[in-house]
């Protein structure tokens, strides 16, 4: 059976490079034991892994504080952005955010009002994808102590003008929280020059670790309150949790396999460097796009391949559902994409695809051409098909 071409990588990158699998056995082999808890010589190798790891990413991401314990470990974006919005809000607090979000921000957002913790607003977003800055600034009214956001549509790709907002942010006295799921690794990030306070990300997505691990980098003037308490393996003889970043926000054995493995995915990343990467997958997303555009009943929904986009293109096609889409290009083709609402219900209601959703095709660094050729004949196949229905 002709391997499968697999398109859906800003649901998880697939696969990984060499270098992430042998790190990940290699480190299991000869370190996999709790860190922290013991002196020997495998758990104190495991805890250098994990503060080396942390030192990597907040440089990485130039997190202002210049201190890598202000790097916390989580298990994905979603933990993370939870951790932020439950850390951060007090009674009262009034947050602006998108309809761009992912359900990932937006049902903690609706579950803290429907507890009367907190009240939202979300900016909406143009016919281009675009949330404009001013949008968001017009919602920021005294009470407002946060503004979140996502970096990147997960449906759109459309890498939003988190600088702008920043300084809007800086300049009202205001917190921002940025969901980095969809662009940490392909997407530069600098915290510092953004004004980002707190960052969310994953480590599955682009910066090609495993999946369960992820994590929040803490600017210098946010503190967190601590949501969850327990072990850290440090002062146990103390009763209550511990204060200090990172135990502030981490309790409970660490996931040292998983950080293993995003050290080595943050190496890669590293060594091809941001802008090959964002240049290989911007001529594989041109590639599509350009594809996809003669075919007849395909609608390609605000997908460009340039700097403004990450190489997500969500389509729909005249005749046929998006499930069926899905559904036809695995089993006749072996092409591998996402279909229906990807957990943005909202982004798809701004462009009228609520009900039904779209096919989303989202390209990775380890993807090739004949991937993409594969993708584009599959879909003028079900083109032809839907149209002679």
Known sequence: MEEMAYLDNAATSYPKPETVYAAMDEFYRRHGVNPGRTGADAAVAAGDVIEATRA???????????????????????DSLNLCLQGFCRPGDHVVSTCLEHNSLLR???????????????????????VDPAAVADLIRP?????????????????????????????????????????AGCVPIDMDAMAIDMLAFTG????????????????????????????????????????????????GTLNTLG?????????????????????????????????FSALPGLQLHCAVADGRHTPVISVTLDGMSPEEIGQRLDVDHGVIVRTGLQCAPLAHAGIGT???????????PLNEENDIDRAVAAMGELARTAVAR
């Not at 607003?121 to 016919?127: C, E, M």
């Not at 803490?218 to 440090?234: A, K, M, N, Y």
């Open 56 to 78: 990597e990413l907040s440089e990485f991401f130039n997190n202002p504080a210049r201190d890598a314990r202000r790097l916390v470990f989580t298990s994905n974006a979603t």
């Open 108 to 130: 903690p957002l609706h579950e803290m009002a429907r507890e009367n913790r907190i009240s939202f607003d979300l900016a909406p977003f143009g016919q281009d994808g675009f």
């Open 143 to 183: 009470e407002t102590r946060l503004v979140a956001m996502t970096h990147g549509s997960n449906v759109l790709g459309t890498i939003q003008d988190v600088a702008a907002v920043g300084a809007i942010c800086r300049e009202r006295g205001v917190a921002l929280l940025v969901d980095a799921a969809q662009t």
């Open 204 to 251: 599955h997505k682009s910066l090609l670790g495993p999946v369960g691990i992820g994590g929040i980098a803490v600017g210098p003037d946010i503190d967190l309150r601590s949501t969850r308490w327990g072990g850290t393996g440090v002062r146990s003889r103390q009763l209550t949790h511990l204060e200090e970043y990172p135990y502030r926000l981490e309790a």
């Open 259 to 291: 950080i293993a493995g995003l050290r080595a995915g943050l190496a890669w990343v590293m060594a091809q460097g941001l802008e090959a990467i964002a240049a290989h997958e911007k001529a594989l997303a041109a590639r599509l796009c350009e594809g």
């Open 354 to 364: 609520h009900d039904l959703g779209t096919a989303r095709f989202s390209i990775g």
